[in-house]
C-alpha cells in the first residue's frame, strides 16, 4: 500500500540548514510527484515545495530563495532542504503524495530553537 | 498568490445534522487544461490532513458519499450530509491550480 514517512533532526538552531527527507512505497517517484507541507504549531497548512515525476520542481515564492528539494529515485526518497532557518519555521513538516495529495506521511516537528 | 477564503471559521454540530463550509478563491482555479484543481482535506485531531473530495467533487478513495463537493470559478462547497462523530477535525480547501498552491485558513468543526 501507499506510504509516505518524513524523517528529520527534531531540534535546529537558528541559521543553520534543515535537511528532511521522505521515504515512500507502494509507488514510484517517477511516476507520482511529491509535495511537502508544513504546519506551525496550533494553525493552518503551507505548501512549501514539489518535485514532479519527470524531475521538475515548484517552490512557495516566499520561500524559494532558501529551500531546495531533489530526490533520489533508487532509494524512493525526496529530500528537502531549506537554510536560514528562524523560529518562525518552527512546524510539523509533512510530505504527501502529488497535487492531489491523496496520501500524507504523519509528519515530522522540526523546532528552531538554540 | 492565490487568496482561500473558508467560511465559517468554525462550527458547532449535533450527530446527524447536516452542515456545509465555503470556500472562495481571490481567482479562477479552472486550470487550462479545463479542470479545476480544488481539492478539500480534513485533519482529524492528532493526524494528518486526509484527501476527501478532489478536483471540487470527486469522492476521496474510501470517503462516505455523505460528503459532497460543489461549485466553480471561483466559489465552492463542501457538505456534510448526516455528521458522524468521526467527521470533527478541521477541514480545508486547497487549490492546486495555481503555484504556489495555498490552502484555506480551516473550518474548524466540534460537537455541540
Known amino acids: 500500500q501507499v506510504q509516505l514517512k518524513e524523517s528529520g533532526p527534531g531540534l535546529v538552531q537558528p541559521s543553520r540548514t534543515l535537511s528532511l527527507t521522505c521515504t515512500v512505497s507502494g509507488f514510484s517517484l517517477t511516476s507520482y510527484g511529491v509535495s511537502w507541507v508544513r504546519q506551525p504549531p496550533g494553525k493552518g497548512l503551507e505548501w512549501i515545495a514539489a518535485i514532479w515525476s519527470g524531475g521538475s520542481t515548484d517552490y512557495n515564492s516566499a520561500l524559494k530563495s532558501r529551500l531546495s528539494i531533489s530526490r533520489d529515485t533508487s532509494k524512493s526518497q525526496v529530500l528537502l532542504k531549506m537554510n536560514s532557518l528562524q523560529t518562525e519555521d518552527t512546524a510539523m513538516y509533512f510530505c504527501?503524495?502529488?497535487?492531489?495529495?491523496?496520501?500524507w506521511g504523519p509528519g515530522t516537528m522540526v523546532t528552531v530553537s538554540s | 498568490d492565490v487568496v482561500m477564503t473558508q467560511t465559517p471559521p468554525s462550527l458547532s454540530v449535533a450527530i446527524g445534522q447536516s452542515v456545509s463550509i465555503s470556500c472562495k478563491s481571490s481567482?479562477?482555479?479552472?486550470?487550462?487544461?479545463?479542470?479545476?484543481?480544488l481539492h478539500w482535506l480534513l485533519q482529524s485531531p492528532g493526524q494528518s490532513p486526509k484527501l476527501l473530495i478532489y478536483?471540487?467533487?470527486n469522492l476521496g478513495s474510501g470517503v462516505p458519499d455523505r460528503f459532497s463537493g460543489t461549485g466553480s470559478q471561483k466559489d465552492f462547497t463542501l457538505k456534510i450530509s448526516r455528521v458522524e462523530a468521526e467527521d470533527l477535525g478541521v477541514y480545508y480547501c486547497?487549490?492546486?491550480?495555481?503555484?504556489?498552491?495555498?490552502f484555506g485558513a480551516g473550518t474548524k468543526l466540534e460537537l455541540k
Open positions: 481567482q479562477s482555479l479552472v486550470y487550462s487544461d479545463g479542470k479545476t484543481y
Open positions: 504527501a503524495r502529488g497535487g492531489y495529495f491523496d496520501f
Open positions: 486547497v487549490q492546486a491550480t495555481h503555484f504556489p498552491y495555498t
Open positions: 478536483q471540487v467533487s
